[in-house]
């Protein structure tokens, strides 16, 4: 069983639509992070929220960690191409060495 | 910078046979961690170090695994004997210096046992 779920597991869409994803679990959080992953490579950190209620910008990409810091989504506004990818979610619970990942979603956006 | 270096970068190996796979972490970084991802069960936590002294090994699957960090640059997994299930991409990720809550990931070493 997984600490955190994600949803969906997959998604397929147009260049040019919005989208929400999703991380989950019954368990509080000391922090989380988003990573997106491309095919053949390792994970790559796009943002860490801390604190319950956070919402951090990257561009077109808005992350929010839930009010009791057991949930975060990740929200992409007019999607690309180059979004495609594997996103995964990570949370900390009691230091920033152990991170549990979530089982990710995989976006496919299509031209 | 290079980056954290895996190699290999792709195993073929058959049932029976020891695999070792080697991770040079971010130089300056002081803590080490070995993941494994598969279709099934997402990307696991196997053991990570801390200043070349293991801190968590609960996420070995079994004895046939170990990992070893001789020194801050230079760390080790092993499996021995290997089986069919533990085809993988096994991650080496790092951690240290200023922001410490980020772990960089290796590009991975995609293992195949047949």
């Known amino acids: 069983t997984q600490l955190l779920e994600q949803s969906p597991q997959f998604l397929s869409i147009q260049e040019g639509e919005n989208l929400t994803v999703y991380c989950n679990s019954s368990s509080v959080f000391s922090s989380l992070q988003w990573y997106r992953q491309e095919p053949g490579e390792g994970p790559v950190l796009l943002v860490t929220?801390?604190?319950?209620?956070e919402v951090k910008k990257l561009k077109r990409l808005t992350f929010q960690f839930g009010d009791a810091r057991k949930d975060s989504s990740l929200h992409i506004t007019a999607a690309q191409p180059g979004d495609t990818g594997l996103y995964l979610c990570?949370?900390?619970?009691?230091?920033?060495?152990?991170?549990?990942f979530g089982s990710g979603t995989k976006l496919n956006v299509k031209p | 910078d290079a980056g954290v270096i895996q190699s290999p970068r792709h195993e073929v190996t058959e049932m029976g046979q020891e695999v070792t796979l080697r991770c040079k972490p971010i130089?300056?970084?002081?803590?080490l961690f070995w993941y494994r991802q598969t279709m099934m069960r997402g990307l696991e936590l196997l053991i990570y170090?801390?200043?070349?002294?293991?801190?968590?090994d609960s996420g070995m699957p079994e004895d046939r695994f170990s990992a070893k960090m001789p020194n801050a640059s230079f760390s080790t997994l092993k499996i021995q004997p290997s089986e069919p299930r533990d085809s993988a991409v096994y991650f080496c990720a790092t951690s240290g210096g200023t922001h410490t809550d980020t772990q960089y990931f290796g590009p991975g070493t995609r293992l195949t046992v047949l």
């Open positions: 929220v801390v604190t319950g209620g």
């Open positions: 130089s300056g970084h002081n803590s």
């Open positions: 990570a949370g900390a619970r009691h230091n920033f060495n152990k991170f549990y």
């Open positions: 170090f801390n200043n070349n002294v293991p801190i968590d």
